[in-house]
């Protein structure tokens, strides 16, 4: 099957950043299906503070974003795990979901982000706080396609192996991260980390990033979206720059690899459980 990522430099225009975003999928070829296209993480919303995701929030049935990319969804006739966008949660804050939805704009599932970025880095922003905006999600998600079952996480997630041996357990196959990776962790760790979560889960990983200066380059992404094997290859990618990365993917090379090293039988140690 096609996947295709999509890599952007997300401002905090909405409108100009969902217009870069058609302009996009209007170029984009396909005539298979089903097509699974992945956008990064604050897609239609990145660079500013924080805060300003709370005056384009909505409830899960309302949000006018949600509803937008999902038309988006119908009109290209694809399978959309439409990046991120602020939901309303508690205590004034928001949750950072990433939503999947089909090739006629029927949502499939979500995943509210878990872990939120609360690190300091030797960038212009210098420190982040995830939390004074997001609340954490609650659960772990892995939704049934007709292609196979996807496991969803975000970003900052990809350091937590817990999560992604929890999603192989749950029967992932193919695990999307839509991201927006520092430049200053991402030039170490990002595929490291992407190569590692694949070979553990024996999954295809499809994260798909922000890249470049935001805000004016008070926030600078490392971009390098790509598509990882289940055998730890980097079958695509794209270092740099804005647009379309595509590959083939086959879900039939699984089997043999988790027949050869079958790690879920040999683990000796206790499934993770999510901390309430």
Known sequence: MQVSLLQCQSGRDVEENLKFIREQLDLLESSERPHLVVLPECCLLFGGHERQQLAYAGNDADSELKQTLAALAKQYGIYLVAGTIPILADEGRVFSRSYLFDDNGETLGHYDKLHLFDVDVDDGTKSYRESDTFCPGEAISVIDTPFGKVGMAICYDIRFADLFRA???????IIVLPAAFTRVTGRVHWLPLLQARAIETQCFVLAAAQWGEHNQGRRETWGHSCVISPWGEVQAI?????????AEIDLATLEGIRRNIPVVAHNRFEPPKLKR
């Open 238 to 246: 794209q270092p740099e720059g804005c647009g379309w990365l595509s």
């Open 167 to 173: 999603m192989r357990l749950q029967g992932a196959e």
